[in-house]
């Protein structure tokens, strides 16, 4: 059976090569250059993009304007992974921020990948 | 001149009488006393003064030498007659003359030498521009002794003119009359008496008619009074009352006259005054109009002026507001971005904890090889949390300075030795510039060192392929345009124009700093290296030493290629 692809987009490569250590049951892609992530994103063509928000070159929000841009990306679901929202924040939205679910650095795996299968099968 | 040449004939005649014998020709009657000798001589001598006066040259002399000769006769025989000493002055021209009555012929009267000093003092003063206004007073004063004695002959009254002394002549005092009138006359209208009866004002108008028609008129009333009224064959009565109806009607004739004359004068004026009123009153119409119009438009103007006031006023507080707001908006965003650079980047090591933790429970499959990727993911995760909290606590704790004398290059020197190794790895080459004999600053050794380490650590990773690092440590004097910048800061440790000031330069051949970036590279957890590299607090904590000693640092994009950072600290007793 076909894995399911994900795509995680995060300038951390420590936090990537683990995060795909973890969820060994996705096919993760790693990208740590948000600068080539859309390419990337359209080689790879994932049914699940994690982004980050805070990265050089682009940041996670411009990124996510230009993959729903896509005609080819424009269904794919894309969660947010954020160092810089407080809990208080997160207790106020706890899904939502500017139309993106989101998840608040740090997350752990069960929380992770709970997640990925909500957005996975939209409700 | 007329009047002094009349004058002076009189005297020619009179001498003419007394060389012919011809008595009538001095006395013009026979029971009248002659006119002296010498007066007739002086009367010929004040006529020549009088009508030489005005010339130049030696007949000018000629004046002034016939008046004095006049003054000193007139004067000896005053004294003459006060002293009863005789000078001879009459006896020269007529040595025995005939007596007439008490007193002897052919003498002066002492009168007639009062009024020969009084006329010879008129010409003096008229020789003179400034005494000029004083002689119409002596002239006048000897027209009225001669008038006096005038009346005197008329009235038949021998005290009027001499009494018991020797009496003045009848053409003596007619003499003088013409002299003093011609005397007064030479004086000019701008000198008293024809100063008040000059010009056409209505004071002046009034006297030219009434003074000479009263005084004739009095004189002809008395005369013919006098005269006649006591004279056989003429009713007392009648004359007195023709005398004072001719006396009516002339006075009358003249007020006539002078109404006619003043009137129409009067007239004029009222008819300017009340053209000039009526003008005054359009004008003033006019002017009453303008001023209501202008106090119209002045009104609306500093209403709109109170209006616009008011908006000014309440933009005035509107902004105030506003800047308030806006600075303690400003406030919250550097806590706000203070706070989202720490939880970036102490959450990231913690989310890669946590994914490592998650893999150790949640994956006790992993091979070895997966095991020690986790724990290195964790320990460098570790490692980069804990920088961050050391460079935080190196932010905070950094106002305390440790401040000593020493050789700034040698503290740049230890720096540059720190990094050592990784320079040799980097392929780093490290040209230093020290001036010589460099004077010792009062700085934090350690403090300074850290900065240096910083700002080679990023010089470093500005090089990733190698390059040459160049460190200068100079003295120097700054100049007004080193100084301009600092026209805004309110700080006690801004630096001055002319002040010597130690300079370090750290100059890298990197790629530089994005022109963009410049303003930003001091913000905390800004940082444009790759994510792992670097907390963003390294030049925030340098910048935060360098302020404490009362230095600057600076950094720019050196003109060729490459970062250069420049510190520059106060040479006085630092803070």
């Not at chain 2, 340098?542 to 106060?570: D, M, Q």
């Amino acid at each position: 059976m076909k894995k399911t692809r994900i795509l995680v987009v995060d300038d951390e490569p420590g936090f990537t090569r683990l995060l795909k250590l973890v969820l060994q049951r996705y096919e993760i892609r790693e990208e740590n250059d948000a600068l080539r992530a859309f390419e990337t994103a359209q080689s790879f063509r994932p049914d699940l993009i994690l982004l980050d928000v805070v990265m050089p070159g682009i940041d996670g929000g411009n990124l996510a304007a230009r993959i729903k841009g896509d005609p080819l990306l424009k269904n794919v679901p894309i969660v947010f992974l954020t160092a810089v929202v407080s809990p208080k924040e997160a207790g106020q939205h706890p899904k939502h921020i500017g139309g993106f679910p989101f998840l608040a650095k740090p997350v752990s795996p069960e929380v992770l990948e709970r997640c990925i299968e909500e957005h996975l099968t939209p409700s | 001149m007329g009047c002094s040449l009349v004058a002076a004939t009189i005297g020619a005649l009179t001498i003419v009488g007394w060389v012919t014998g011809m008595e009538s020709l001095a006395s013009l009657r026979t029971h009248y006393i002659p006119m002296a000798p010498s007066t007739a001589l002086c009367f010929a001598l004040l006529g020549i003064a009088i009508n030489t006066r005005t010339r130049r040259g030696s007949l000018r002399r000629v004046s002034l030498a016939c008046t004095i000769i006049v003054g000193l006769v007139a004067a000896g025989k005053l004294v003459e007659f006060a002293s009863g000493y005789r000078l001879g002055l009459d006896e020269l021209l007529v040595a025995n003359p005939a007596m007439f009555g008490i007193v002897r012929k052919g003498r002066m009267a002492p009168i007639t030498a009062l009024n020969f000093l009084l006329s010879t003092c008129a010409l003096a003063c008229m020789m003179r521009a400034s005494w000029r206004r004083f002689a119409g007073f002596p002239a006048t004063l000897a027209g009225a002794i001669s008038i006096v004695v005038l009346l005197g002959y008329m009235y038949g009254t021998p005290l009027l003119y001499g009494g018991a002394i020797i009496p003045v002549a009848l053409s003596t005092a007619g003499a003088f009359l013409f002299l003093s009138v011609s005397l007064i006359t030479a004086a000019g209208p701008d000198c008293w008496p024809l100063l008040p009866l000059a010009g056409s004002s209505a004071r002046s108008l009034l006297l030219r008619w009434f003074l000479p028609i009263v005084i004739a008129g009095t004189i002809v009333n008395s005369y013919l009074e006098s005269r006649f009224i006591n004279t056989p064959g003429f009713n007392p009565a009648l004359v007195s009352a023709l005398s004072t109806l001719g006396f009516a009607f002339i006075i009358s004739a003249i007020i006539s006259q002078l109404s006619r004359v003043v009137g129409d004068r009067i007239d004029q004026a009222e008819a300017g005054r009340r053209g000039a009123q009526y003008a005054l009153e359009s004008l003033n119409a006019v002017l009453e109009q303008r001023i209501a119009a202008r106090t119209i438009e002045l009104r609306a103007k500093n209403d709109e002026t109170q209006r616009l006031f008011a908006d000014l006023t309440q933009s005035h507080e509107n902004l105030k507001h506003a800047q308030l707001q806006l600075i303690q908006a400003e406030k919250m965003q550097s806590v706000g971005n203070f706070a989202a650079g720490i939880a970036h980047e102490v959450k990231n090591p913690l989310a890669i904890l946590q994914m490592g933790l998650g893999c150790l429970t949640c994956r006790p499959e992993l091979d070895a090889e997966s095991l020690h990727v986790v724990y290195e993911e964790m320990k460098d995760a570790v490692a980069r949390a804990n920088t961050v909290i050391s460079g935080l606590l190196d932010y905070s704790s950094s106002k305390e300075l440790n401040i000593q004398p020493c050789q700034l290059p040698g503290v740049v020197e230890q720096s540059l030795h720190l990094m050592r190794h990784e320079f040799v790895n980097r392929h780093i080459t490290i040209i230093r510039d020290f001036a010589p004999d460099f004077p010792p600053c009062q700085i934090d050794a350690q403090k300074i060192e850290q900065v240096f380490v910083n700002l080679f650590t990023n010089a470093c990773h500005a090089m990733p392929k190698g390059g040459t690092l160049t460190v200068a440590a100079t003295v120097r004097t700054l100049t007004a345009g080193d100084v301009h910048w600092e026209a805004g800061n309110r700080s006690g440790s801004r630096f001055r124009e002319d002040e010597r000031v130690a300079v370090v330069t750290v100059c890298d051949t990197g790629a530089g700093i994005p022109t963009d970036q410049l303003s930003k590279v001091f913000d905390p957890f800004f940082t444009t290296k790759p994510t792992g590299q670097g907390t963003g607090l390294g030049l925030t904590v340098a910048a935060k030493i360098i302020e404490l000693h009362g230095g600057r640092l600076e950094l720019s994009n050196a003109p060729e290629r490459g970062a250069v950072a420049t510190v520059t600290f106060h040479l006085r007793q630092s803070p």
